[in-house]
């Protein structure tokens, strides 16, 4: 599957943003789905993921401020960010999962940047 993110910029503190990854493949709706991030200098982590039957889950940091969704019509998966922080600043990247494995390759990250 070939997945391209985007609708990164450049946002003030508290407001919001939303993400898009656009996914090939025509079995995409059997995908669980995962949203990641990496800031510079750390390691590149998970921060949504939602299933095939529209499960989700967060990262402890985001929950109650960034929501997961999915198109399957569409085959696109998106990241609704509210209330965004400084500390969201990363590049984003969507990718598919298998458990908590990611199926590589990622899709070209989206940068977000949040100005305090």
């Known amino acids: 599957v070939q997945l391209q993110a985007s609708g990164g910029g450049l946002v003030p503190a508290g407001g919001s943003l939303r993400l898009t990854c656009a996914a090939s493949?025509?079995?995409?709706?059997?995908?669980?789905m995962g949203w990641y991030r990496q800031a510079p200098g750390k390691q590149r982590e998970l921060v949504a993921a939602?299933?095939?039957?529209?499960?989700?889950l967060y990262a402890d940091s985001v929950k109650g401020r960034f929501t997961i969704s999915r198109d399957n019509a569409k085959n696109t998966v998106y990241l609704q960010m509210n209330s965004v922080k400084p500390e969201d600043t990363a590049v984003y990247y969507c990718?598919?999962?298998?458990?908590?494995?990611?199926?590589?390759?990622y899709g070209q990250g989206t940068q977000v940047t949040v100005s305090s």
């Open positions: 990718a598919r999962r298998r458990g908590t494995i990611v199926v590589l390759p």
């Open positions: 493949g025509s079995t995409f709706s059997s995908y669980e």
């Open positions: 939602i299933s095939s039957g529209g499960g989700t």
